[in-house]
C-alpha cells in the first residue's frame, strides 16, 4: 500500500511540473518571437564582436550583405531602419561578408592586409591582423573568422540561456501564483488522496485540451484568497516557489521520469520469494520426475 502511495504521489507530481514546464516554454517561445529576442542577441553579438556600437561601421556593412540578411536592401542606416533581422547567421556567410566589407574591390590577398590596416577600432585591426598574419591564403583567414565568430557566439548563446533561464523562472513563478499550485498543498493531498491520479495513464505527448484538462483535476486552484500574512502563508509563497524552481528542469525531463514511474506502476508488486524449505523440496520433486525408471 505504501509504495502504491509513493508511486500515484510521484505521477501526480511530475505529470504537473511536466505540464508546467511544458506551458512556460510555450510562453517563452512565444515571448522570445514577439520581441525578437534571438535576431536582438545576436546583433548585440555581432556589434559587440566587431566593436560598434552605434552600428555605423563593420556590422552595418556586414548586415548590409545579402549573405548575412537577404531580405534586406542594404539601405539601412541604423537599426530602426533595418526591416528584418536574422536569428542565425552561418559562420561561413559572415566570413565572407566581413571580407567583403573590408575589400570593396578584390584583388590580391596580399591588398587585403591593407585593407585591414585601415581599420580605424584599434582593438579590432589587431585581432584581424592577427587572423591574417597567420593564414596562408583568403580561404584559411575565413576559416579563422569563421571560427572566431563561433566562439563569441558561443559566450552569447551562454549569456542569452542564462538571461532565458531567468525569465523561465519568472513566469514559471508567476503562473504558480496565478493557478496556485502549491507543491506542498499538492505533495500532502495526493498522499491523503493518491487515487485522484488514477486518471493518469500516459505521458502527454502535447499542450493540448486533454493535458489541461488532466491538470485541472488536480488539487491546484484558489479556493479563496489568503487571509493573513502568516506562517501558513509562507509555507505556500515556500510551496509557489518550489513549483516555479522544477521548471528549470524542462519538460522532456519530468515526462522521461513519468515514463518511468508509470512503466514503474504498471508491472506491478514483486511476487514473494518462496522459502528455501519450499524451494529444495521442489527441486527434489523435479529431479525425481526427470530421473528415467531403471
Given at each position: ?76 542606416r541604423t537599426e530602426r531602419e533595418l526591416p528584418s533581422r ?42 584581424m591582423q592577427g587572423l591574417y598574419g597567420r593564414a596562408r ?158
Amino acid at each position: 500500500m505504501l509504495g502504491s502511495t509513493v508511486l500515484e504521489v510521484a505521477i501526480g507530481l511530475t505529470f504537473c511540473y511536466g505540464t508546467l514546464a511544458l506551458i512556460v516554454t510555450t510562453l517563452q517561445e512565444a515571448l522570445a518571437a514577439a520581441f525578437r529576442l534571438r535576431a536582438n542577441t545576436l546583433l548585440a553579438g555581432i556589434k559587440s564582436m566587431l566593436n560598434d556600437p552605434h552600428f555605423d561601421g563593420l556590422a552595418r556593412a556586414v548586415y548590409a550583405h545579402p549573405l548575412v540578411n537577404p531580405h534586406a536592401d542594404g539601405s539601412a542606416r541604423t537599426e530602426r531602419e533595418l526591416p528584418s533581422r536574422p536569428s542565425y547567421i552561418e559562420p561561413a556567410h559572415f566570413a565572407i561578408a566581413l571580407v567583403d566589407s573590408l575589400w570593396q574591390a578584390p584583388a590580391g590577398f596580399a591588398q587585403l592586409g591593407g585593407a585591414i590596416d585601415t581599420i580605424p577600432d584599434p582593438q579590432l585591426r589587431r585581432a584581424m591582423q592577427g587572423l591574417y598574419g597567420r593564414a596562408r591564403d583568403l580561404q584559411q583567414f575565413q576559416d579563422m573568422l569563421a571560427g572566431w565568430f563561433d566562439n563569441a557566439m558561443a559566450r552569447m548563446s551562454g549569456a542569452y540561456k542564462r538571461s532565458q533561464l531567468l525569465v523561465s523562472l519568472l513566469v514559471a513563478l508567476l503562473l504558480a501564483i496565478l493557478f496556485n499550485v502549491d507543491s506542498i498543498h499538492l505533495f500532502r493531498t495526493l498522499w491523503q488522496q493518491p487515487t485522484l491520479v488514477a486518471h493518469l495513464r500516459d505521458v502527454p505527448g502535447a499542450l493540448d485540451d486533454g493535458t489541461l484538462n488532466a491538470l485541472m483535476a488536480l488539487p491546484i486552484g484558489w479556493n479563496g484568497l489568503p487571509k493573513a500574512l502568516d506562517g501558513d502563508f509562507a509555507l505556500q509563497a515556500a510551496g509557489w516557489l518550489i513549483t516555479a524552481s522544477t521548471a528549470l528542469f524542462g519538460a522532456p525531463f519530468w515526462f522521461d521520469l513519468m515514463q518511468r514511474v508509470v512503466r514503474l506502476r504498471g508491472t506491478g508488486a514483486k511476487p514473494d520469494e518462496l522459502p528455501l524449505a519450499l524451494r529444495v523440496e521442489g527441486r527434489i520433486a523435479a529431479s525425481a520426475t526427470a530421473t528415467p525408471a531403471p
